[in-house]
């Protein structure tokens, strides 16, 4: 079982431009959570998938979108990219909401 | 603002000494996890405990939860310096699905 696979790991863009970040999620789940770090801080929640639903998002604008795929994998859109998206961003799968969680290694963006 | 807040934010220890982390949280809860983190890359799920369970343990792990003052603790017992990290409470507000994190408690541990 290889886990929770995020790609790219690294990711350097433009200020304006978009970006797409992958997840696959552990085998067996169907929940997927995204969150965004910033150095020296916790996680911060962003949306989370169940059944290619948007289930709960947090307190993230528009530019924000995901999507799930039937076979539970995960997007995370942002568009118009600012120098403050640059962050650690972490995908999170569960079998369900009451369970712990699984990590990805993260994404790691630099809007420059 | 921050569901978990941890306490202390820093704490430096020698090998062998118990390391002892604190988190507080604000609203009702359906669950508060501890997590690991090393380098600023993945988090690594320590411990679930329930809001109907007081007390858990895993390894040299203790992981206590008081509804009532709305704070857990969590104790590392006979740390070791490959237990260098940030340490996350996160809770699961009741009803809801959305983990919130707290700011961590950066852990070193001195060989």
């Given at each position: 079982d290889a886990g929770v696979t995020q790609s790219p790991t690294h990711l350097i863009k433009t200020r304006g431009q978009q970006v797409t970040l992958r997840c696959s999620p552990k085998s067996g789940h169907d929940t997927v959570s995204w969150y965004q770090q910033a150095l020296g801080q916790g996680p911060q929640f962003i949306f989370q998938y169940y059944e290619e639903e948007e289930r709960q998002r947090g307190n993230?604008?528009?530019?924000f979108s995901g999507h799930q795929f039937p076979n539970y994998s995960s997007e995370l859109n942002v568009n118009a990219?600012?120098?403050?998206?640059s962050a650690l961003y972490l995908c999170a799968s569960s079998p369900d909401r009451d369970t712990e969680a699984f990590f990805g290694q993260g994404t790691r963006l630099t809007v420059v | 603002s921050q569901q978990g807040e941890e306490d202390p934010q820093a704490l430096s220890i020698q090998e062998g000494e118990n390391a002892t982390m604190n988190c507080s949280y604000k609203t009702s809860i359906n669950n508060l996890q501890w997590y690991r983190q090393n380098s600023g890359r993945g988090l690594v799920h320590l411990i679930l405990i329930r809001s109907n369970e007081r007390e858990k343990h895993s390894g040299r792990l203790r992981v206590t939860l008081d509804t009532s003052k709305k704070s857990s603790s969590l104790l590392i017992t006979?740390?070791?310096?490959?237990?260098t990290a940030s340490y996350f409470c996160a809770t699961v507000l009741t009803g809801g699905f959305k983990t919130i994190f707290g700011a961590g408690t950066r852990l070193f541990v001195k060989a």
């Open positions: 993230f604008p528009d530019r990219l600012w120098l403050g998206d | 006979a740390s070791r310096a490959a237990d």
